[in-house]
């Protein structure tokens, strides 16, 4: 079983870049395929980016695609969400998930969460 705790987060301005850190503990990354997800106010949660467990295959929404970009150091057992060109609609508490499969299809399929750290984007 693997712990992840996420940081990283906070209130940056629009067009600011930030990168969440998603460290693990009792397993390493490269036992799972990871994912990280956010949750609006009001809104239900939803897919930003995965990385498959091989590590070779990255995914992205639609909405973040060329501006976020997943990645994972082994060495360190963290995963990363690096996040430029921030806007006022990525406001939401970000989480980071492991899935014990090798190739996840939703949040149903991610069986490990970290807490979530909020990033707020202001205008």
């Known amino acids: 079983q693997v712990q992840l705790v996420e940081s990283g987060g906070g209130l940056v301005q629009a067009g600011g870049s930030l990168r969440l850190s998603c460290a693990a503990s009792?397993?390493?990354?490269?036992?799972?395929?990871m994912g990280w997800f956010r949750q609006a106010p009001g809104k239900e949660r939803e897919s930003v980016a995965a990385?498959?467990?091989?590590?070779?295959?990255?995914s992205y929404a639609d909405s973040v695609k060329g501006r976020f970009w997943i990645s994972r150091t082994i060495a360190k057992n963290t995963v990363y969400l690096q996040m430029n060109s921030l806007k006022p609609e990525d406001t939401a508490v970000y989480y980071c998930?492991?899935?014990?499969?090798?190739?996840?299809?939703?949040?149903?399929?991610?069986?490990?969460w970290g807490q979530g750290t909020q990033v707020t984007v202001s205008s």
């Open positions: 998930a492991a899935a014990d499969g090798s190739y996840p299809r939703g949040e149903r399929d991610y069986n490990y």
């Open positions: 990385i498959r467990r091989s590590g070779s295959i990255t």
């Open positions: 009792g397993r390493t990354v490269s036992s799972y395929s």
